[in-house]
């Protein structure tokens, strides 16, 4: 196990190899190359194999002019990976300007077919091929004459055959010969004002540097041949020369200006006869289909529609048996007028032009066509928000799928679909194969957006602490590559979700507590209503005791009248006999009433007492 102390540098290196990168990305964008390749180098001393980083030092080089550099860290960043597509192109590019335009043709072919999707490996093998040609030259473009007078040629002709004899006879002895050095100076020819002009076009700023290097060669005293400081500085303006000599033809090989004017003269030609097809119908499309990326990559969608109609408009003029591959053609232009509609937010003839370019493929049973017609389909319904459609066309493209990249963005975009459709799991499942294909891929984009993806589907679950985690890893991705406004996107979308946790753990503390609440109150209401029902029961039974008491009263009252009754009327015995009767009777009634209300006082009583103990105890 390492030690702790172990595990603290390499994390520090780690941070400081990611500060590196990000310093240089930042310089390379804003112009400072030197300033950049610095950066890359200190970088590349902490990881030595780290292939972006490698290939962003070539860039550096390419773009100071050191190519030869360039194409060593382009082959170093293929050593571990012989198909890393950036390495590819940047030793494409290096080997380009070079000069060696053959080799660089190898290698744009070779990215090409691993990546058919990007744009740079089609150009390149474009331009290449177009260098190829400038230096090589086409034969249907040359055409020999005989014109002029041939007399020259038939003299050395003459020269050949026969050879000198040496002269014999008297030589005048002590002459030597002069070793004169100025005679084997090669005289530059005098240029004539339209190279002239042809040069400073080529040439740019160096131009005035080749008119000073000129002065200076023809300046007798300075660049006198019997001289030794004479002869040096000769050599150095000599030298010079022969480098913008080079540079010169170097452009001139990129585009000529009789290619210029080839190219002019076509187009004017074309213009008059439309109908009628170039002799290289194949690299008429394509230049044109490159002008038109260009219009859309630089946001002039309406430069790109217009140039896309006219060369439909031509090729529509030509007859298939003059060029077999007119359906090909055809379907790529119809493919560019629908991208630029798009870009023009005219969705329903984007769709229009589209689903034109897949029926062509379809018929011609193109695969890379058809893959590149359902991309766009996808991009249209998704744009428009029917999430849906754009699924459907976009799995469809999943069989034709050639890389680990393009793999990645193809998950992603589906996965943000059924994200916005509402279907989380799914979002959730895409955003994981995004992820997988971008490691595979190597493409640190790529994991940083099927991460965030990731991490907005489980909040949507509501896995909050797994999308914490996700969060947290997307946090640390945006931070190596440098991409600051993801980092401020990424951390407010953390604060969020924290916040969002922490009230949802008030809430059920809020929640237990109300219940709680609601119980004790429960209990008391209970222990209320027991008391209400016993002092009701108390206030019944002292009514019921008055009444008694009021009833003896007057039954006492109703007594000590009848006897006095008796007394007085004692000469009625038969009516006092059968009152005596009745009053004894009523007597025994009364007093069976009596009885009967004692002994329901004492009940009541004994409740009373039992109520005044529940009372005590409550």
Known sequence: MPYEGEEGSDSIQKGSFAIFVAEGDVLFKQGEYKKALESYSEALEIEPSDKNCLV???KCHLQLGDAVSALKDAEASLTEDKDY?????????????????????????????????????????????EAIDNSVGSP??????????LSFFSKQDEMKTTKKQPRMGYTKPGTKHVDNKQNKRPVRAEQSDKEKEITKQLLGDLYKDRLYLDKLLKDGDLTRPTTESGNQIYDLVMQGLRYLDTRTEFWRQQKPMYARNRDKAEASKGRRDKSKVPMDPAKYILKNLEEIDNSLAKNKPKDALSQSKRVLKTVEGWKE????????????????IGNAHLDLGNMEFALKHHNIDYDLCQSRESEDGRSR?????????????????????????????????????LYHEIGRCHLELGEYQEAHDFGEKSLKAAQEAG??????????????????????????????????????????????AISKALEDLNEKIVKGLKGEDEDEEEQ???????????????IEEKEDAMKDYKSEDEDSKKDKDKEK???????????????????????????????????????????SDKSDKSKHSEGKKDVDET
């Open 373 to 409: 017609a359902l991309d766009n389909l996808g991009r249209v319904h998704a744009r428009i928000g029917q999430f849906t459609e754009a699924v459907k066309y976009w799995k469809e493209k999943l069989p034709m799928v050639k890389s680990a990249l393009e793999a990645t963005w």
């Open 321 to 336: 048996s003059d060029v077999p591959d007119k359906d090909d053609y055809l379907a790529n232009l119809h493919s560019c």
């Open 557 to 599: 009252e109703e007594h000590n009248d009848s006897s006095s009754d008796e007394s007085v009327k004692s000469d009625k015995s038969h009516n006092s006999h059968k009152s005596s009767k009745s009053d004894k009777s009523d007597k025994s009634d009364k007093s069976d009433k009596s009885d009967k209300s004692d002994k």
């Open 516 to 530: 709680n609440e609601n119980k004790n109150d429960k209990k008391s209401d209970d222990e209320k209503d027991n």
């Open 85 to 129: 597509h950036k390495g590819l192109y940047q030793k494409a590019e290096a080997l380009y300007q070079t000069g060696d335009f053959e080799m660089a043709l190898v290698f744009y072919h070779r990215g090409n077919k691993l990546r058919p999707e990007l744009q740079e490996f089609r150009l390149g093998i474009q331009k290449a091929q």
């Open 443 to 488: 493409d640190d984009v790529w994991q940083l957006n099927a991460s965030v993806l990731i991490a907005q589907s489980e909040v949507k679950l509501g896995d909050l602490h797994e999308a914490i985690e996700s969060f947290e890893r997307s946090l640390e991705m945006a931070k190596i590559q440098g991409d600051f406004p993801a980092q401020k």
């Open 140 to 149: 249907s473009k040359v055409k020999l004459e005989n014109k002029g007078d």
């Open 56 to 58: 962003a030092r070539s």
